[in-house]
């Protein structure tokens, strides 16, 4: 689909050669201001359901804009704009382009990120009124830096992938490990179970669901998600055995990049995943704009 804007077009159905001036458009951000895009854009899946996933804002043949959108609870948006065309409500177009498509599919809300080390994500935040509400740093992995505690007997957890059938129990785990409402929760969980790129996965400590993770793949790299634990079972280990065990799998798979994103005042979670092998390469900023 495209749609007339005075201020150029803006396209949501992506070609082939849509996809090379997307990479042309990253590369040349980067070259100008080091600029990080969190995927590999030329391999990021469209959502189920046929939600737009990604807008172009095009002046003619010159693709000056892009954002994809995060689908969830709320839409997260990560997006540039070519240099040669910033202050020139390109940015602009695109944000009431995504505040339409959070209307349309009812989202809880929409998220603008924005690269933390950028002063221009931060200028663009203010002046569309996006709300700081929080940040987060993005870690890889760095195999050679892992911890790994001997584990006494009897507290060991099994982590296994998780089946559609599991959603219930995939849900009570995420709702009360996040405090998130439980049929909200169950929803997008049965919706994300399908696709092809995401898998689930339970910790079990004596035949009882403990804990809980995801991981999203973008071509070669995989991210892990949603890792959440109960609250009678923190602090005592089993967040490190649920997340060691995932780490050993994906290295056992050769993923190049195993990578994960935690908020900078989680000073718990940041503790356990530098003891893990991550470590941080940026951080990014969260501004509430609807």
Request: net charge negative; charged share 25%.
């Amino acid at each position: 689909m495209n749609q007339q804007d005075p201020r150029g077009k803006i396209k949501t159905e992506v070609t082939a050669s849509d996809r090379t001036k997307i990479a042309k458009l990253i590369e040349d951000c980067g070259r100008y201001e080091g600029e990080y895009f969190p995927a590999p854009v030329e391999v990021l899946p469209a959502p189920s359901e046929n939600k737009t996933a990604q807008m172009l804002h095009y002046e003619g043949d010159i693709l000056t804009g892009f954002v994809y959108l995060q689908h969830g609870p709320q839409i997260e948006i990560y997006g540039v704009v070519h240099p040669d065309h910033r202050r020139k409500g390109v940015g602009t177009t695109l944000i009431e382009a995504a505040k339409s498509i959070q209307r349309q599919e009812g989202a809880n809300g929409l998220l603008l990120v924005c690269n933390s080390a950028l002063p221009c994500g931060k200028a663009f935040a203010e002046a569309t009124r996006g709300v700081y509400r929080f940040s987060e740093h993005r870690m890889v992995l760095d195999p050679d830096s892992i911890e790994r505690p001997q584990l006494l007997q009897g507290q060991q957890v099994q982590l296994r992938r998780a089946a559609v059938a599991d959603v219930p129990i995939l849900t009570h785990l995420v709702s009360h490990a996040f405090d998130d409402p439980e049929e909200e929760t169950a929803n997008w969980i049965a919706e994300d179970i399908l696709t092809d790129n995401q898998c689930f996965y339970i910790g079990w400590l004596e035949g009882q669901p403990i804990g809980t993770l995801r991981t999203v793949s973008f071509g070669e790299q995989i991210d892990i998600a949603t890792f959440g634990v109960l609250p009678p079972y923190r602090r005592r280990g089993y967040g490190r055995q649920i997340l060691l065990a995932i780490v050993d799998l994906l290295l056992e798979e050769h993923w190049p990049t195993i990578s994960l994103e935690v908020e900078t005042k989680n000073d718990n979670a940041l503790g356990l995943y530098k003891s893990c092998g991550f470590r941080a390469i940026s951080t990014f900023d969260y501004y509430q704009v609807i």
